[in-house]
């Protein structure tokens, strides 16, 4: 059973414009929640996270939007860089610290 | 610097045979993790230790082992029982008991595993 869901398996988006990654989960005890950003061979870095008690955090170019009752969480990327090109997980966390993630979406930004 | 260490970056198995891959982190954090990446399939949780001498199964963890002796390291051992070993192993460590601000994950730069 996929606690965390990313359906979206690829995104294409041209240099300079808004790139938005989504995620949808299923367990309404997740209380934090993360974006990493990871290149091929290599380990994930961490990007951006917001507690379930916000609706938004933002940090510079990257601002993450939590909807908890849909139980949806978004990533946009504004503007978008060619090096951001890159597979995107979320993940969520039910309080012990253990991470679930989800699929995984590859972003390619066109220059 | 504090980070996590993987080693090897490849590794190439016979069938039949047990591998260890090896991680060590000097974070000082409490929790250390193993997940496996396959094409499509996002990131799979192997195993997992809160504490020394303490660790969990994951949502996949036939056909491997591990152990936890020192806060620092938390290696995985690949066993001949684990039927498609081919993937990008990674481990990752954080300190959850301090806070939600300490969820985030520091990952290793991984492990490539071919079975030949």
């Known amino acids: 059973d996929q606690q965390v869901k990313q359906n979206s398996p690829s995104l294409s988006v041209q240099e300079g414009r808004i790139s938005i990654l989504n995620c949808d989960y299923t367990?309404?005890?997740?209380?934090?929640f993360l974006w990493y950003k990871k290149y091929p061979a290599e380990g994930p870095t961490f990007l951006i996270s917001?507690?379930?008690?916000?609706d938004k955090n933002e940090d510079g170019r990257f601002t993450v939007f939590l909807n908890k009752s849909a139980k949806h969480l978004s990533l946009h990327i504004v503007p978008s860089q060619p090096g951001d090109s890159a597979v995107y997980f979320c993940?969520?966390?039910?309080?012990?610290?253990?991470?679930?993630f989800g699929q995984g979406t590859t972003l390619q930004v066109k220059p | 610097d504090g980070g996590i260490t993987q080693s090897p970056k490849y590794l190439f198995r016979k069938e039949g045979q047990n591998v260890t891959l090896s991680c060590e982190q000097n974070l000082n954090h409490d929790a250390m993790y193993w997940y496996r990446q396959d094409p499509g399939q996002g990131l799979r949780l192997i195993y997992y230790?809160?504490?020394?001498?303490?660790?969990q199964k994951g949502d996949i963890a036939e056909g491997y082992s591990v152990s936890r002796e020192k806060k620092e390291s938390f290696p995985l051992t690949v066993t001949s029982a684990q039927k498609n070993p081919t993937a990008f192993y990674l481990c990752a460590s954080n300190s959850p008991t301090e806070g939600r601000a300490n969820y985030g994950y520091t990952f290793g730069s991984g492990t490539r595993l071919t079975v030949v």
């Open positions: 917001i507690s379930s008690i916000k």
């Open positions: 367990n309404s005890m997740f209380d934090y």
């Open positions: 993940a969520a966390s039910v309080g012990t610290g253990k991470l679930i």
């Open positions: 230790s809160q504490i020394v001498n303490d660790f």
